[in-house]
């Protein structure tokens, strides 16, 4: 069994300070596990934006196995199908420094894995689960690809990241910055995920790209 947690953050200048910030930090980084039923592979996206006072939404997706994984079609907690939103099986990118020798080692790293949700793929094979990441382009030092960790049954990882973003990923442009965090749980189980997976245990591995933002 595969259990990826993905929870992001959205906020503007407004929410940096005063209460919009306490509200902002309130948002937890981990969240109980739905019940995945039958299924192989569960993906729970979890999104919280300032544009909703940050109040969190949960979108979930399940699949027999990883290369099953059909990512135009997702659910809602009681509401069946709904569209995915953006096409999370475009290729792995490179930040906004192009392609440089720190990524084309990634190159390597990322071949033949399988997208889940956005910024995280995955590779199974004789019982190991290989995880990568492509942080969106930020203005941060942790963008481009990268292998975060390698889990073997029974183990958990952690990933958090974030960053500030333009339109283009240019300077330029920083009438109109607004900033992300991501925290990227991944589980890979032998039996069926408890509700209190990620607030109960901690992870074997924790990667922490979190960096001061101004």
Request: hydrophobic content about 35%.
């Amino acid at each position: 069994m595969i259990v990826v947690q993905r929870a992001v953050t959205h906020w503007t200048k407004q929410s940096r300070g005063g209460d919009e910030a306490a509200r902002r930090n309130a948002v937890p980084e981990v969240f109980p596990v739905p019940a995945p039923g039958p299924a192989g592979v569960l993906v729970h996206e979890v999104d919280a934006h300032e544009r909703d006072g940050f109040t969190v939404s949960h979108t979930i997706r399940t699949l027999d196995r990883l290369a099953d994984l059909d990512t135009s079609r997702a659910e809602k907690p009681g509401e069946g199908p709904v569209d995915s939103g953006p096409d999370i099986s475009e290729e792995l990118h490179w930040g906004v420094a192009g392609v440089t020798g720190r990524t084309r080692e990634a190159i390597a790293v990322c071949d033949a894995v399988t997208p889940v949700t956005r910024g995280v793929f995955l590779t199974e094979a004789e019982e190991r689960l290989r995880v990568v990441v492509s942080p969106p382009a930020a203005r941060s030092p942790a963008y481009g690809p990268r292998q975060l960790f390698t889990l073997e049954p029974g183990q958990l990882g952690r990933w958090r990241f974030n960053g500030r973003f333009t339109p283009s990923g240019c300077s330029c442009h920083s009438h109109q910055w607004w900033y992300e965090k991501w925290v990227v749980n991944v589980a890979y189980l032998s039996g069926t995920p408890a509700p209190n997976l990620f607030t109960r245990r901690e992870p074997t591995y924790a990667v922490d790209n979190l960096v001061r933002l101004f």
